[in-house]
């Protein structure tokens, strides 16, 4: 490897897969950017680490990263990050997925993976629509927001991603944006840390779909209503419901260890089980 490049590229298939697909403005990059910085925080083998995602935009990331990496069907990373994982405990697994694959489709996977507590690291990349197949609503597209399959405006209520996960029992969660870069990073580093289901929404900026649709403006427009539309745990505390109506609050919400991950668990179930069956040999 040259010696002038970054350290990001010793986790980039470089040489193969590039230039990426994404469109100019997206922020999938800078999402992958941080789980460089974050991965190369924890100083984990890459050899010890298994990116899985399903389809859409943000599924796309594992082939740019030089990990074991698994590109599978529609919402369904999780079922076969699970499977991996069982396999093989000693795998470090992030599942990366955008909001509809990770809600629609994928919302069981979603709920089961959170409540057993299966050790996965899962990011979340929210852009308000289905950006790959041409910006279909999902279940975090606004009220009143405009896409392909919502002419006259959505009407449905959204899905909060993060008050889902906690409630279905993840031990980590947490949101960000790609503005907010290093917040971003620490985050996801504290998301990777744990022994647990955890979770980071990502809210990131669809310029070609949702942002033309809407007549938000261009990227640089999507990226400051990141800026100015979003605030901190404890900035949400200090304002008035009239002053946080229509911002996105930051931070981690649930950061827990009371809850033993489920290849924990299930490593002793199987012990308990093969010593029952020794000692019914026995007699």
């Not at 076969?80 to 996977?109: E, Q």
């Not at 050790?119 to 609503?137: A, L, S």
């Not at 996105?248 to 668990?265: A, H, K, L, P, Q």
Request: charged share 20%; with cysteine; glycine share 10%.
């Amino acid at each position: 490897m040259a010696a002038h490049l970054p350290y990001e590229y010793i986790y980039l298939r470089y040489k193969k897969k590039f230039p990426h697909v994404w469109c100019p403005g997206c922020g999938i990059g800078i999402v992958m950017g941080s789980i460089i910085r974050a991965v190369d925080f924890m100083k984990w083998n890459m050899n010890d680490i298994l990116l899985v995602s399903g389809i859409g935009c943000t599924s796309r990331m594992p082939v740019y990263l030089d990990f074991n990496t698994l590109h599978t069907t529609h919402g369904r990373a999780l079922a076969f990050g699970t499977g991996a994982k069982l396999a093989n405990p000693s795998l470090k697994v992030i599942a990366v997925m955008g909001d509809g694959d990770a809600l629609a489709i994928g919302g069981n996977h979603l709920i089961h993976s959170a409540r057993r507590n299966i050790e996965i690291t899962t990011i979340v990349v929210n852009n308000n629509n289905y950006g790959m197949t041409g910006g279909q609503f999902s279940p975090t597209t606004p009220v009143g927001a405009l896409t392909t399959t919502t002419p006259y405006g959505m009407m449905e209520p959204v899905f909060d991603i993060c008050s889902l996960a906690g409630g279905a029992g993840a031990v980590y969660v947490g949101r960000s944006t790609v503005f907010h870069v290093m917040e971003l990073d620490k985050i996801i580093a504290g998301a990777l840390s744990k022994d647990g289901f955890s979770l980071v929404e990502v809210m990131s900026p669809c310029p070609t779909n949702y942002g033309r649709a809407n007549r938000i403006g261009d990227a640089v427009k999507m990226m400051e209503s990141l800026q100015e539309n979003t605030v901190t745990i404890a900035q949400a505390e200090k304002l008035s419901p009239e002053q946080r109506e229509g911002k996105i609050v930051r931070g981690v919400f649930v950061d827990r260890d009371d809850n033993e991950g489920y290849t924990s668990r299930y490593g002793k179930l199987c012990a308990k089980a093969a010593e029952e069956v020794s000692r019914r040999e026995v007699h």
